[in-house]
């Protein structure tokens, strides 16, 4: 089998990851012939390298580089990183790597085409502005800033005021429900709220002002909240529709109160605060109880994304920057880092596919995008839709292509390759909320092989251990663990004083190794394959079974728009129970059952064919877009799902419940 792309040996010489690896081998007295080598040393000698990426990367910190005591208390949970260290989150962002006024820092897009552009020196007076009166308001470190926005400009801007003082920022989109915004709101306890009038999805608009809209019930079941700031998104908001909100104030009477506290007067005070500092509140999106409330550091946010932006994607000053994501996933948190490369950020808002299906390579092409970021669901809706931009727009400037969210399959590989772009670097990557950035992603120096994530990130001594905490060998599927700390771990949860849920959502299956829920198992060629979640993996005869594979198989039928599959119990076993989307036309009769079944003991094995096969027209996904097993399982089991807000489609639920075809 041959690479689906290999990296050109002059761009390799020139890659940021290749002169790290050049600076590393000096320090290190050593030749450092390959990744592989560059990894172990970065894992062996973990205070050196994060010491490195440091300076690397140019953070903006006191001591300057770093401090003498890098880590401390080397174990998981305790690690204690950079102890010497005093940093502002949004200082280092505003800085840009140096970026000029005039240049554009954000982009914003919307449905049917609506842009408008902030350059950084515009940013940085917005910040300065909302963060004067922030401050005059007796806002300070160690109180909490809430966005229930759009992927606008101003929930940028908002965010990095509240960092610049020493605020820890949660967001939440716009189109969450109201009980599952209170479950996340409610635990954080914000002092103030921001919101937009309302977003626009699918050529609909939704107000979330007025009296249709969340904003207010919201305020009533959140008692901490002190004012509440309106952003016109949507058009001009009322006067009347602010007053009506409990500490209602307009976007353009902030920065009014900005102006007249002094901000363009003066230079932005930045708050110096230790590594650890708090800085976001990210939340899970499972379905098996309310949120988890992750604290994430300063320090460890900023390090790890600039370790894997400049090392891992090759980003640099003057690039543009674009990754679909709503305030409800980390992704936006991790775009929003980009500043800190002086890329410019192209912001999207509304639904991928309207008023068409390539809307969003209308954008690529028309935003001179050089790094594009999208779901592996997006991509493989794509291929099912037909769309060939590589044929329809000019994508030349797409050099790196960036895939999350879910595992992506090998044919969405093939896709991007022959139907996008057949130059640019496309980067599986992998991690998540709970530790806001990778485990495993892409390498710019490396080929990219069919159905694999390139390489375990810098700094991460990634394993895959069987059931007994063993090591697991190439091809040997297992769980995905971290055996050694990483400055990007969580602070802890709130509301968890002692430590014993953090503890309990990653140490209790391995003591002293962070336990991170994937089914995967190494390639021989250093990458990874991940097969889902492993607390949704199948067991049928007590093997072990990744939903992946069997998703990989039958969405290649044209006939299968989308699938999920679960174990359900049965006569003291398990048995596998697939559920398809079908195109509009299609029937699930016995010739297509038998069609999937063969393609899945085919492409798979014989363990993975499905015992009972059921049509259905939507299925459950969380509202980052990953499709839930385990909310469909307790479904099919009768037993009712816990965290229904985590879902952007509960009403999908109903169509699992109470079949025939499944009776016991």
Excluded at 142 to 166: K, Q, W
Aim: hydrophobic share 45%; net charge negative.
């Amino acid at each position: 089998m041959q690479p689906l792309w290999t990296p050109d040996a002059q761009a390799v010489a020139r890659t940021q990851l290749e002169d790290f690896r050049a600076r590393v081998a000096a320090c290190a007295g050593r030749a450092l012939p390959d990744y592989a080598a560059l990894h172990r040393w970065s894992v062996e000698e973990r205070a050196a390298f994060w010491r490195l990426v440091w300076q690397q990367c140019g953070v903006l910190g006191t001591p300057a580089d770093g401090g003498e005591r890098v880590l401390e208390n080397d174990r998981m949970p305790g690690a204690r990183w950079f102890g010497d260290a005093r940093l502002n989150f949004a200082r280092n962002l505003l800085h840009g790597a140096g970026a000029p006024d005039a240049r554009e820092a954000l982009v914003f897009r919307g449905e049917g085409g609506a842009r408008r552009a902030l350059r950084w020196g515009e940013l940085r007076r917005d910040v300065a502005r909302v963060a004067a009166a922030m401050r005059a308001a007796g806002l300070g470190p160690g109180d909490r800033v809430a966005g229930f926005l759009p992927n606008i400009p101003e929930a940028v801007v908002a965010m990095l005021a509240a960092a610049s003082l020493g605020c820890s920022w949660s967001s939440a989109s716009p189109d969450f429900g109201l009980r599952g915004v209170v479950d996340r709101f409610g635990q954080v306890a914000p002092r103030w709220l921001l919101c937009a009038d309302g977003y626009r999805y699918g050529g609909r608009v939704f107000a979330s002002t007025g009296s249709e809209g969340r904003v207010a019930p919201m305020l009533d079941a959140l008692p901490s909240v002190e004012r509440c700031v309106v952003i016109p998104f949507l058009g001009e908001v009322s006067a009347s529709d602010v007053a009506t909100l409990r500490g209602g104030q307009h976007w353009d009477e902030l920065l009014a109160e900005g102006r007249a506290a002094g901000a363009d007067a003066r230079p932005p005070a930045f708050e110096e605060l230790p590594f650890d500092h708090p800085l976001y509140v990210l939340f899970s999106s499972g379905t098996t109880g309310r949120p988890k409330c992750i604290v994430h550091g300063a320090g460890g946010t900023l390090l790890k994304h600039l370790e894997e932006q400049r090392l891992h994607v090759d980003l640099r000053p003057g690039e543009r920057l674009f990754y679909f994501t709503t305030l409800g996933w980390m992704m936006w948190n991790w775009l929003a880092s980009g500043l800190a490369s002086g890329a410019t950020l192209v912001l999207y808002d509304g639904s991928p596919f309207h008023p068409e299906a390539d809307a969003l390579f209308d954008v690529a092409e028309q935003e001179r995008v050089d790094v594009f970021g999208v779901s592996a669901k997006y991509l493989d809706a794509c291929a099912k839709a037909g769309l060939a931009p590589a044929r329809t727009h000019d994508l030349r400037r797409v050099r790196s292509v960036l895939s999350t969210g879910s595992p992506l399959a090998p044919e969405s590989f093939d896709y991007v390759y022959e139907k996008v772009t057949p130059h640019a670097h496309l980067a599986s990557i992998s991690g998540g909320t709970d530790i806001c950035g990778c485990f495993v992603l892409g390498n710019p120096t490396a080929p990219v092989w069919r159905g694999e994530i390139q390489s375990p990130a810098l700094g991460m001594a990634v394993e895959v251990f069987d059931g007994e905490g063993r090591a697991l060998g190439v091809g040997e599927p297992g769980e995905l663990v971290c055996t050694r700390a990483f400055p990007s771990m969580p602070l802890g949860f709130l509301d968890d004083p002692d430590g014993r849920r953090y503890h309990a959502a990653y140490f209790d299956r391995y003591p002293g190794v962070w336990h991170h829920g994937d089914f995967v198992a190494r390639t021989a060629h250093g990458g990874f394959v991940i097969s889902g979640r492993s607390d949704a993996v199948l067991n049928p005869g007590g093997v072990r079974i990744g939903t992946a594979e069997i998703y990989r198989q039958v969405e290649r039928l044209d006939e299968v728009v989308e699938s999920i599959a679960v174990g359900q119990q049965w006569q003291g076993d398990v048995r596998v129970v697939l559920f398809v989307v079908l195109r509009p036309g299609s029937v699930l009769d016995d010739a297509l059952e038998a069609r999937i079944r063969d393609a899945v003991r085919r492409g798979a094995s014989p363990r993975h064919v499905p015992a009972r096969i059921v049509a259905v027209p939507d299925i459950p996904r969380t509202r980052s877009g990953k499709i839930t097993e385990l909310a469909v399982r307790d479904v099919v089991h009768g037993r009712a799902v816990a965290n229904v807000e985590a879902l952007a489609n509960p009403e999908a639920l109903a169509h699992f419940r109470d079949r025939p075809e499944l009776a016991v």
